[in-house]
């Protein structure tokens, strides 16, 4: 199985080498739940990269693998077996500790139910992850976080004086604070209705486009997916083809195909 990166809306090229330009890459992983005769296969060898400031997204049927492979890529599980690189960071050779430290420093992760502390303001928020690593973001830092999500006259708000949307681009204000290498987002606009998802999506492009960051977003919807540079589609815990440049149309085809 190939893999290809798209480094802007629209264009592909070829994976080569690894490490420079991708910011993750996953060769051969494996991942086996329970144990016995009762193990169940989630990834079953997967193989694919995601180019640095690109935006993915990874779709596939309910049990494909996607949660997992997320999982696998932002350091949260360990695969059975293959290689997961961050940057040129095996992350199989890393003690939890390490682990731990990588994940706070160079992953971003944003949830379809937003996970924020309700008792805190969207600054407070989104300064907690580097208040958690020990540090003390300066209120400019914080405040050009939320400017960065539009919501730069919104820090002293708390999350339920916040609409859905705004909340979710509190968490990925959150996300980005730390300047991660890879921002993941597990079906971020799940829990959103269509107008304030596309307020989110535009935001992860924007980040990709503006910011050059790079994003991962597991979806199941075709609209939310036309929005990434390339979509990856998983079957059965492998990878079964990739889309570049996708549409709402291209999308509903191959998912078509797949099952999904
Ligand atoms: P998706 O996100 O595409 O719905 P998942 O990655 O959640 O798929 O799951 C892939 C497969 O692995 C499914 O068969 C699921 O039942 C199984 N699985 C996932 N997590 C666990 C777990 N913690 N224990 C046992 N099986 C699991």
């Known amino acids: 199985m190939t893999c290809t990166d798209s480094p802007g809306r629209g264009g592909t090229v070829p994976v080569t080498g690894v490490g420079v330009e991708q910011a993750v890459t996953l060769s051969a992983v494996v991942r086996l739940y329970g144990r016995g005769n009762n193990k169940v296969p989630a990834l079953r060898g ?135 290498d890879v921002l993941f987002a597990d079906e971020p606009t799940g829990a959103l209705d269509t107008g304030t998802s596309r307020e989110v999506l535009g935001l992860l492009r924007s980040v990709v486009d503006q910011a050059g960051q790079t994003v991962v977003m597991v979806t199941h919807d075709p609209v939310a997916a036309a929005w990434a540079d390339r979509v990856l589609f998983l079957s059965d815990g492998a990878v079964h083809g990739e889309l570049a440049a996708p549409t709402v149309a291209t999308v509903s085809e191959h998912l078509a195909r797949l099952g999904g």
């Open 46 to 180: 997967v193989h694919c990269a995601f180019g640095r400031g690109s935006f993915t997204a990874v779709m596939g049927p309910s049990g494909s693998g996607k949660s997992t492979l997320l999982q696998c890529a932002a350091g949260l599980d360990r695969p059975t077996s293959g290689r997961v690189l961050l940057g040129t960071t095996d992350l199989g050779t890393l003690t939890e500790t390490q682990l731990t430290r990588l994940r706070r420093e160079r992953i971003g992760f944003v949830f379809q139910s937003f996970n924020l502390m309700p008792s805190l303001t969207a600054r407070k928020n989104v300064a907690l992850p580097l208040r958690l690593a020990g540090q003390r973001p300066g209120r400019a830092q914080v405040d050009a976080a939320l400017q960065q999500v539009g919501l730069g006259d919104r820090g002293g708000h708390r999350p339920a004086e916040l609409s859905g949307g705004q909340q979710q681009r509190v968490a990925v204000a959150r996300a980005l604070i730390s300047r991660p």
